[in-house]
Protein backbone atom coordinates (compact mmCIF):
# COMPACT_ATOMS: atom_id res chain seq x y z
CA UNK A 1 0.00 0.00 0.00
CA UNK A 2 1.48 3.54 -1.19
CA UNK A 3 2.79 5.81 1.17
CA UNK A 4 1.02 9.02 0.05
CA UNK A 5 3.65 12.09 0.26
CA UNK A 6 2.40 15.62 0.21
CA UNK A 7 5.69 18.00 -1.03
CA UNK A 8 3.93 21.88 -0.20
CA UNK A 9 5.06 25.14 0.70
CA UNK A 10 3.00 28.28 0.02
CA UNK A 11 5.82 29.88 -0.79
CA UNK A 12 7.36 29.76 -4.73
CA UNK A 13 10.64 29.53 -5.20
CA UNK A 14 11.90 26.95 -2.64
CA UNK A 15 12.51 23.94 -5.18
CA UNK A 16 9.32 22.63 -4.48
CA UNK A 17 8.61 20.68 -7.58
CA UNK A 18 12.38 20.00 -8.31
CA UNK A 19 12.30 17.90 -5.05
CA UNK A 20 8.95 16.37 -6.21
CA UNK A 21 10.00 15.44 -9.72
CA UNK A 22 14.09 14.43 -8.18
CA UNK A 23 12.94 12.68 -5.00
CA UNK A 24 10.91 10.32 -6.97
CA UNK A 25 13.13 9.65 -9.78
CA UNK A 26 15.85 8.63 -6.65
CA UNK A 27 12.81 6.71 -5.50
CA UNK A 28 12.20 4.97 -8.38
CA UNK A 29 16.20 3.82 -8.81
CA UNK A 30 15.84 2.49 -5.07
CA UNK A 31 13.51 0.36 -6.68
CA UNK A 32 10.33 1.99 -5.99
CA UNK A 33 7.45 2.16 -7.74
CA UNK A 34 6.15 5.83 -7.14
CA UNK A 35 3.43 7.68 -8.59
CA UNK A 36 3.39 11.78 -9.30
CA UNK A 37 0.36 13.94 -8.71
CA UNK A 38 0.96 17.35 -10.75
CA UNK A 39 -1.67 19.22 -8.39
CA UNK A 40 -0.11 22.66 -9.56
CA UNK A 41 -2.01 24.87 -11.92
CA UNK A 42 1.16 26.18 -13.05
CA UNK A 43 1.68 22.59 -14.11
CA UNK A 44 5.70 23.20 -12.99
CA UNK A 45 6.10 19.11 -13.15
CA UNK A 46 4.11 18.44 -16.20
CA UNK A 47 6.84 21.06 -17.39
CA UNK A 48 9.94 19.35 -15.65
CA UNK A 49 9.62 15.86 -17.50
CA UNK A 50 9.26 17.58 -20.49
CA UNK A 51 5.30 17.21 -21.58
CA UNK A 52 3.53 20.56 -22.92
CA UNK A 53 0.38 21.02 -20.69
CA UNK A 54 -1.88 22.68 -23.58
CA UNK A 55 -1.17 19.69 -25.88
CA UNK A 56 -2.75 17.00 -23.01
CA UNK A 57 -6.32 16.43 -23.27
CA UNK A 58 -6.51 14.69 -19.71
CA UNK A 59 -5.39 15.78 -16.35
CA UNK A 60 -5.71 15.54 -12.60
CA UNK A 61 -8.25 17.90 -13.42
CA UNK A 62 -10.82 14.99 -15.12
CA UNK A 63 -10.59 12.87 -12.02
CA UNK A 64 -11.01 15.95 -9.47
CA UNK A 65 -13.85 17.58 -11.27
CA UNK A 66 -15.58 14.54 -13.32
CA UNK A 67 -14.68 12.11 -11.29
CA UNK A 68 -12.59 10.01 -14.25
CA UNK A 69 -10.85 7.49 -13.15
CA UNK A 70 -7.17 7.95 -12.55
CA UNK A 71 -6.18 4.91 -13.58
CA UNK A 72 -6.79 6.51 -17.10
CA UNK A 73 -4.85 9.41 -16.67
CA UNK A 74 -1.10 8.08 -15.18
CA UNK A 75 0.94 8.23 -17.97
CA UNK A 76 4.33 6.56 -18.03
CA UNK A 77 7.88 7.43 -19.61
CA UNK A 78 9.88 3.81 -18.85
CA UNK A 79 11.03 5.73 -15.67
CA UNK A 80 8.03 7.89 -13.84
CA UNK A 81 4.29 7.32 -13.72
CA UNK A 82 2.63 10.43 -13.34
CA UNK A 83 -0.56 12.37 -13.48
CA UNK A 84 0.17 15.68 -15.12
CA UNK A 85 -1.63 19.16 -14.87
CA UNK A 86 -2.91 22.20 -16.93
CA UNK A 87 -4.06 25.70 -16.19
CA UNK A 88 -7.60 24.42 -16.29
CA UNK A 89 -6.45 22.85 -12.81
CA UNK A 90 -7.15 26.73 -11.53
CA UNK A 91 -11.03 26.14 -12.03
CA UNK A 92 -11.53 23.80 -9.66
CA UNK A 93 -11.28 25.23 -6.90
CA UNK A 94 -14.73 27.49 -7.63
CA UNK A 95 -16.15 24.43 -9.42
CA UNK A 96 -15.34 21.96 -6.34
CA UNK A 97 -16.62 24.61 -3.61
CA UNK A 98 -19.98 23.77 -3.47
CA UNK A 99 -19.11 20.25 -3.64
CA UNK A 100 -20.35 17.85 -0.77
CA UNK A 101 -17.04 16.17 0.48
CA UNK A 102 -15.25 18.22 -1.70
CA UNK A 103 -11.73 18.21 0.82
CA UNK A 104 -11.39 14.82 0.04
CA UNK A 105 -12.03 14.41 -3.92
CA UNK A 106 -8.30 14.17 -4.54
CA UNK A 107 -8.34 10.91 -1.96
CA UNK A 108 -10.95 9.37 -2.88
CA UNK A 109 -9.50 9.33 -6.74
CA UNK A 110 -6.70 8.04 -5.60
CA UNK A 111 -7.69 5.06 -3.30
CA UNK A 112 -7.68 2.63 -6.43
CA UNK A 113 -3.84 3.11 -7.04
CA UNK A 114 -2.99 2.63 -3.19
CA UNK A 115 -2.40 -0.78 -3.72
CA UNK A 116 -0.23 -0.06 -6.94
CA UNK A 117 2.77 1.98 -5.88
CA UNK A 118 4.94 2.39 -2.64
CA UNK A 119 4.67 5.92 -2.90
CA UNK A 120 2.46 8.61 -3.88
CA UNK A 121 3.97 11.90 -4.40
CA UNK A 122 1.55 15.28 -4.62
CA UNK A 123 3.29 18.53 -6.05
CA UNK A 124 1.20 21.02 -4.58
CA UNK A 125 0.30 24.47 -5.70
CA UNK A 126 2.30 27.11 -3.85
CA UNK A 127 -0.87 28.39 -1.64
CA UNK A 128 -3.32 27.33 1.11
CA UNK A 129 -6.34 26.94 -1.02
CA UNK A 130 -8.70 23.81 -1.53
CA UNK A 131 -6.18 22.07 -3.94
CA UNK A 132 -3.47 22.52 -0.89
CA UNK A 133 -6.48 20.79 1.64
CA UNK A 134 -6.90 18.06 -0.66
CA UNK A 135 -3.58 17.38 -0.66
CA UNK A 136 -2.82 17.83 3.37
CA UNK A 137 -6.61 15.23 3.31
CA UNK A 138 -5.02 12.48 0.69
CA UNK A 139 -1.43 12.41 2.25
CA UNK A 140 0.24 10.47 5.06
CA UNK A 141 3.01 12.72 5.26
CA UNK A 142 4.54 16.36 4.20
CA UNK A 143 7.63 17.36 3.02
CA UNK A 144 7.95 20.71 3.37
CA UNK A 145 10.91 22.14 1.42
CA UNK A 146 12.12 25.61 2.50
CA UNK A 147 14.63 28.53 2.19
CA UNK A 148 16.87 28.85 5.08
CA UNK A 149 15.75 32.49 5.60
CA UNK A 150 13.46 33.70 8.27
CA UNK A 151 10.50 35.16 6.20
CA UNK A 152 10.20 31.43 5.51
CA UNK A 153 10.52 30.43 9.14
CA UNK A 154 7.27 32.54 9.17
CA UNK A 155 5.71 31.55 6.16
CA UNK A 156 5.92 27.98 7.65
CA UNK A 157 4.10 28.87 10.70
CA UNK A 158 0.91 29.59 7.91
CA UNK A 159 1.26 26.07 6.67
CA UNK A 160 1.39 24.57 10.19
CA UNK A 161 -1.81 25.94 11.47
CA UNK A 162 -3.63 24.73 8.18
CA UNK A 163 -1.97 21.14 8.75
CA UNK A 164 -3.50 21.10 11.87
CA UNK A 165 -7.09 21.77 11.17
CA UNK A 166 -6.40 19.40 7.83
CA UNK A 167 -5.69 16.59 10.84
CA UNK A 168 -9.23 16.69 11.79
CA UNK A 169 -10.00 15.51 8.54
CA UNK A 170 -6.50 12.97 8.41
CA UNK A 171 -5.44 12.35 11.83
CA UNK A 172 -2.72 10.23 9.98
CA UNK A 173 -1.54 13.49 8.69
CA UNK A 174 2.36 14.36 9.83
CA UNK A 175 4.97 16.47 8.84
CA UNK A 176 8.05 14.09 7.60
CA UNK A 177 10.58 16.48 7.61
CA UNK A 178 11.53 20.10 5.95
CA UNK A 179 13.84 20.03 3.38
CA UNK A 180 16.59 22.75 3.69
CA UNK A 181 16.38 24.21 -0.26
CA UNK A 182 18.68 26.76 -1.62
CA UNK A 183 21.38 26.35 0.89
CA UNK A 184 24.74 28.09 0.73
CA UNK A 185 26.62 26.57 3.54
CA UNK A 186 29.43 29.67 3.47
CA UNK A 187 26.44 31.74 4.76
CA UNK A 188 26.11 32.43 8.24
CA UNK A 189 22.74 33.39 7.99
CA UNK A 190 21.67 30.19 6.39
CA UNK A 191 23.61 28.13 8.89
CA UNK A 192 21.98 30.02 11.73
CA UNK A 193 18.00 29.55 9.85
CA UNK A 194 19.29 25.36 10.15
CA UNK A 195 19.95 25.24 13.60
CA UNK A 196 17.12 26.90 14.85
CA UNK A 197 14.52 24.69 12.08
CA UNK A 198 16.57 21.86 14.35
CA UNK A 199 15.55 23.16 17.84
CA UNK A 200 11.46 22.72 16.70
CA UNK A 201 11.14 20.66 13.72
CA UNK A 202 12.29 17.53 12.11
CA UNK A 203 15.23 18.60 9.47
CA UNK A 204 16.07 16.18 6.86
CA UNK A 205 20.37 15.62 6.95
CA UNK A 206 20.49 16.19 3.14
CA UNK A 207 20.41 20.12 2.29
CA UNK A 208 19.77 20.86 -1.54
CA UNK A 209 22.28 23.58 -2.50
CA UNK A 210 21.70 26.49 -5.13
CA UNK A 211 23.17 25.84 -8.62
CA UNK A 212 22.38 26.77 -11.91
CA UNK A 213 22.01 23.23 -12.67
CA UNK A 214 18.44 22.78 -11.55
CA UNK A 215 17.05 25.26 -14.48
CA UNK A 216 19.65 23.59 -16.84
CA UNK A 217 17.46 20.31 -16.53
CA UNK A 218 13.98 21.95 -16.32
CA UNK A 219 15.28 23.89 -20.04
CA UNK A 220 16.05 20.08 -20.89
CA UNK A 221 13.04 18.23 -19.43
CA UNK A 222 14.90 15.95 -17.58
CA UNK A 223 15.07 15.67 -13.74
CA UNK A 224 18.34 16.24 -12.26
CA UNK A 225 19.32 12.63 -11.74
CA UNK A 226 19.10 11.65 -15.17
CA UNK A 227 20.45 14.92 -16.10
CA UNK A 228 23.52 14.89 -14.11
CA UNK A 229 24.11 11.73 -12.02
CA UNK A 230 27.23 12.96 -10.28
CA UNK A 231 26.34 16.53 -9.93
CA UNK A 232 25.90 16.89 -5.94
CA UNK A 233 22.25 17.53 -5.79
CA UNK A 234 22.10 14.60 -7.58
CA UNK A 235 23.90 12.80 -4.68
CA UNK A 236 21.77 14.67 -2.19
CA UNK A 237 18.56 13.40 -3.53
CA UNK A 238 19.75 10.12 -3.80
CA UNK A 239 20.11 10.40 0.03
CA UNK A 240 17.20 12.30 0.60
CA UNK A 241 15.22 8.79 -0.32
CA UNK A 242 17.25 6.81 1.21
CA UNK A 243 16.23 9.08 4.41
CA UNK A 244 12.45 8.77 3.30
CA UNK A 245 12.51 4.92 3.27
CA UNK A 246 14.72 4.79 6.52
CA UNK A 247 11.95 7.34 8.09
CA UNK A 248 9.10 5.58 6.93
CA UNK A 249 10.69 1.81 7.84
CA UNK A 250 11.12 3.15 11.12
CA UNK A 251 7.89 4.49 11.90
CA UNK A 252 5.52 2.14 10.75
CA UNK A 253 7.32 -1.09 11.32
Known amino acids: ?75 FDDLLYFVPSTIDLSAAEMELVSEVGREFKLRDALDPVKADFDYILIDCPPSLGLLTINALAACDFVIVPMAPEYLALRGFNLLEKTMAKVKRLNKKLTLMGILVTLYDNRTTHHKDVVAELKKNYPVFHSMIKKSIKFPDAVLAGEPIMTFDKKFEGSISYQELAKEVIAWDATKLA
Open 1 to 75: MAQIIAVSNQKGGVGKTTSTLNLGVALTQLGMKVLMIDLDPQASLTISIGLEPENLEKTIYNALVEDVDIKKLIL
